[in-house]
């Protein structure tokens, strides 16, 4: 199924004593971006998150994934002080008392508020056990995701295939019109050559007109334009029924419409067809800001 890049999931699950939270929420992007915030003690984890949002289908998109993981049970992780930087932070303390005259407030509490003073270290055996807990709850958030870009995406190929009927409507009313360009201008020839020649006693060369209007009929005929224009409808929606990421696909033929559309436009010899791509270029446009959200 055709999935939106916006989307948000969550999950949250209580595992062999630990309390886990995940979130995944992505906004459009040309690639898969991903960004991932772990507590400190599950950083580990990190490297194997975006290949597991990659096996689950998500190909495009600014993704941001928070995993949150608490202990409910006494644990045996290991906590230390990292000494350094609690030095250093210590020392910024004092200097920011000093330099500005502050209360000195710097008490044991007020310094572990800041929770990069501690490591929490992990026993190498739990590791893989902790990566199948959080894979297990981040798994039912990024199934969670999915479904509200399935949602999403199958609103906007809806609006899509509805504008793309507009599209067809309108490639029928240029069609209709460009046949009578030629007659009109036949007409308007006529005319003013009558008006012209009617005081030379000159006949009006009936040959002569004909040609003037076959190499007319030439340069104004949109039937190649109108039969890609089709054809490329026809494709756009057979993509919409297929699966997986479109987005880009899509843009192409976006691109080779209004490329059609242009052509058509530059040939148009009067107001009505004029009229007519400007719709069609308007509706193109509508569905490429569209199909900017689909994967």
């Known amino acids: 199924m055709i999935k939106s890049m916006t989307g948000y999931g969550r999950a ?5 004593g630990y309390d886990i939270t995940a979130e995944v929420k992505s906004v459009n992007n040309k690639i898969l971006d991903v960004s991932v915030k772990l507590p400190r003690s599950c950083s580990f984890a990190e490297e194997r998150i975006k290949p597991l949002l990659q096996s689950l289908g998500v190909n495009r998109g600014k993704v941001d994934v928070y995993v949150s993981m608490t202990s409910l049970e006494n644990s045996d992780d290991v906590i230390t002080v990292d000494r350094g930087y609690a030095e250093q932070y210590i020392n910024a303390l004092k200097e920011l008392r000093d330099e500005f005259g502050l209360p000195d407030d710097i008490t044991t509490m ?4 800041n929770k990069d003073v501690f490591t929490t270290v992990k026993k190498e055996d739990d590791l893989e056990a902790d990566w199948q807990r959080i894979k297990t709850v981040l798994e039912a958030a990024i199934n969670a995701f999915n ?3 399935e949602n999403e995406g199958a609103r906007l190929v809806n609006d899509v295939r509805t504008k793309l009927q507009t599209i067809s409507g309108i490639v029928d009313q240029i ?8 007659e009109e201008y036949e007409k308007r020839l006529y005319k003013k050559l009558t008006e012209v020649l009617a005081d030379t006693g000159v006949a009006v060369d009936e040959a002569r007109i004909l040609t003037e ?6 340069r104004v005929a949109v039937d190649e334009e109108l039969v890609r224009l089709r054809s490329h409808v026809n494709t756009f929606n057979g993509i919409l029924d297929g699966d997986g990421p ?9 691109q080779e419409m209004n490329r059609e559309a242009n052509t058509t436009g530059s040939k148009a010899q009067n107001t009505v067809i004029t009229g007519f791509v400007v719709s069609l270029k308007h509706e193109i446009e509508k569905i490429r800001e569209q199909i ?3 994967e």
């Open 246 to 254: 479109v987005g880009r696909t899509l843009d192409f033929w976006c």
């Open 175 to 182: 069609d209709e019109n460009s046949t009578t360009a030629t």
């Open 147 to 149: 479904t509200a870009r």
């Open 213 to 218: 209007c076959a190499i007319f009929a030439d």
């Open 292 to 294: 900017q959200n689909l």
């Open 110 to 113: 007020s310094v572990a508020s």
């Open 12 to 16: 949250r699950e209580q595992i062999d």
